[in-house]
C-alpha cells in the first residue's frame, strides 16, 4: 500500500462530497426571493455620520483608497464625538426612519389591495373574461342596430 489511499480513505472523502453537496441545495431553497418594489431600510446614525465622514476623509488622505482604512477611522471618530456632536446625524437618521415607516404603510396597503384584486381574476378563467367581454360588445351592436 506504498503511496495509495486505502479503500477507508476514499470512502471518507466520498461522505465528505456528498454531504458538502447535500447542504448546498437545502441552502439555496429556504431563501426567500426579495420584493425590489419594497422600501430599502434606513441609515443609522452611524451610516448617516459615516456618509459625510467619507467625503471629508477622501479629501484628507487623497492617496488612501482602503475601505477599511476609512471604516476604521470613522468609526473611531464617532466614538470620540459627544451626545451633542451626534444629535444632528441622529435628528437625520430619524428623519429618515419616519420617511421610511410611511413609505412601508403605504407598500403594505398596496399588498393588500393590490392582492385581493388579483384574486378576483385569478378566481374567474380566461374563457369566463372573455365570454364576458363578448356579450357586452354584442349587447352594443344590438343597440347600434336599433337606431
Same mark, same amino acid.
Given at each position: 500500500? +506504498?503511496?495509495?489511499?486505502?479503500?477507508?480513505?476514499?470512502?471518507?472523502?466520498?461522505?465528505?462530497?456528498?454531504?458538502?453537496?447535500?447542504?448546498?441545495? +437545502?441552502?439555496?431553497?429556504?431563501?426567500?426571493?426579495?420584493?425590489?418594489?419594497?422600501?430599502?431600510?434606513?441609515?443609522?446614525?452611524?451610516?448617516?455620520?459615516?456618509?459625510?465622514?467619507?467625503?471629508?476623509?477622501?479629501?484628507?488622505?487623497?492617496?488612501?483608497?482602503?475601505?477599511?482604512?476609512?471604516?476604521?477611522?470613522?468609526?473611531?471618530?464617532?466614538?470620540?464625538?459627544?451626545?451633542?456632536?451626534?444629535?444632528?446625524?441622529?435628528?437625520?437618521?430619524?428623519?429618515?426612519?419616519?420617511?421610511?415607516?410611511?413609505?412601508?404603510?403605504?407598500?403594505?396597503?398596496?399588498?393588500?389591495?393590490?392582492?385581493?384584486? %388579483?384574486?378576483?381574476?385569478? %378566481?374567474?378563467?380566461?374563457?369566463?373574461?372573455?365570454?364576458?367581454?363578448?356579450?357586452?360588445?354584442?349587447?352594443?351592436?344590438?343597440?347600434?342596430?336599433?337606431?
Amino acid at each position: 500500500m +506504498k503511496g495509495g489511499k486505502s479503500k477507508a480513505d476514499t470512502r471518507k472523502t466520498d461522505s465528505r462530497l456528498k454531504s458538502k453537496d447535500a447542504g448546498v441545495g +437545502k441552502r439555496q431553497s429556504k431563501k426567500a426571493a426579495k420584493d425590489p418594489n419594497k422600501p430599502k431600510r434606513p441609515a443609522s446614525a452611524f451610516f448617516v455620520f459615516m456618509e459625510e465622514f467619507r467625503k471629508v476623509y477622501a479629501k484628507e488622505h487623497p492617496n488612501n483608497k482602503a475601505v477599511s482604512a476609512v471604516g476604521k477611522a470613522g468609526g473611531e471618530k464617532w466614538k470620540s464625538l459627544s451626545e451633542s456632536e451626534k444629535a444632528p446625524f441622529v435628528a437625520k437618521a430619524e428623519k429618515r426612519k419616519a420617511e421610511y415607516n410611511k413609505n412601508m404603510q403605504a407598500y403594505n396597503k398596496k399588498l393588500a389591495g393590490g392582492n385581493g384584486a %388579483d384574486e378576483e381574476e385569478s %378566481d374567474k378563467s380566461k374563457s369566463e373574461v372573455n365570454d364576458e367581454e363578448e356579450e357586452d360588445e354584442s349587447g352594443e351592436e344590438e343597440e347600434e342596430d336599433d337606431e
